[in-house]
């Protein structure tokens, strides 16, 4: 985040401090809950949300070195993420095109990708480079039958892609993406994202619809209750700052420590090291920007349940780990966010789940002071039926 940035925030978080308020959004909203329990609505979200938008899969340490890839089973499509010996990441269908078996799984490093089925071989750019016993299949034309590509943009060390064919090429992608974040591309850019390194990785299922995992990232006004013996003694209670791009926002929790700036010069202010800061990359991802690493929690819906959800959890750091004294800090940085995350806000948001599927209450209220929450409810409902009206057009 550029400096100038960082004072101006600073400055409003100073202001909220001595006047006792916060960020404000509009007005209260009222949200359906059938919107959490009901399976035509998911499967809207699910083939809108997760098939026509530019989704996060992660920093470029994800996959540093030609050859390292991700296979992702979480969304709507399998996915096999590379890096191809020209250094470039692609995203694939995760699907052999002779039966459409996984050509992998997990993650790693592969010269090529050898079906585990009648080892068709893809190299690392998707081409088809092996047909074994190619003179039973007259009329295939090898060059074809490469894996299907998915639309991937990388850009200042992030990796998005779109999970549905790719139609209109590299260019097309790239301005979808710019228009997609809405004014946040030089924010994130500032970061300098291309210099982080992969360390842990954790997934988890939880028994609640995918959003809730979400918002439970986007207001402090639960701070003082459910992490009262956690986190909140760390931030002010009920305070935060808020700024949306389009669909994106991002959201500041401030920590008391931030006090030690009031007798500093602007110059040495550091905004990221006093506070929360995390950005809700649409639709589906928390991105936390710490003083020394970033986390990121990316949730996809079950498959089956309109209840159920799938978190994978990513830490990035500067340096890779080459000490047990280095390995025992990052160990207890991610064991606290998970005793937070987890443990307090997770485990309420089944217990939510659970009463809303009593179908009991009809309606939740967001109130003025959860403006990110409020705007991740509206972007939800926009973008379903905006998506929806688009293909109904087609």
Known sequence: MQHALQVALTKKAFAHIDQGTTDMGRDVLRHPVSEYTCPDWLNREKSTLFRDFPLFMGLSGLIPEPGDFLAEDLGEIPTLLVRGDDGV????????????A???????????????????????????????????????????????????????????????????????????????????????????????????????????????????????????????????PLFFHNLCLFEDFGLNHREAVIRRSIETLRDRPESEWDFITHTGLSYQLFPNTIFVVQADHVETWRVFPSKERVDECVIRFDCYIPEPVTSESARKHWDANIDLAFKTVDEEDYAISEDIERGYLSHALKEVLIGRNEPSLGHYKKSITQAVKSSSDKKTGD
């Open 89 to 100: 990441a692609r995203a694939f269908v995760n699907m052999c095109r002779h039966r459409g």
């Open 102 to 232: 996984p050509l992998a799984k997990g993650c790693g490093r592969n010269a090529s990708f050898i079906c585990p089925y009648h080892a068709w071989n893809y190299n690392q750019r998707g081409e088809l480079v092996g047909l074994p016993d190619k003179r039973s299949f007259p009329g295939v034309e090898q060059e074809k039958m490469g894996l299907i590509a998915l639309p991937t943009v990388e850009k200042d060390g992030m990796i998005w892609v779109i999970p549905t064919p790719d139609r209109n090429g590299a260019a097309h992608i790239e301005q979808q993406l710019t228009d997609h974040l809405g004014g946040l591309s030089d924010e994130l850019a500032s970061y300098q994202f291309g210099g982080y390194h992969a360390d842990m990785t954790r997934t988890i299922t939880r028994r609640a619809n995918w959003k809730q995992p979400i918002e439970t990232f986007l207001e402090a006004y639960h701070f003082n209750t459910l992490h009262k013996n956690t986190v909140a």
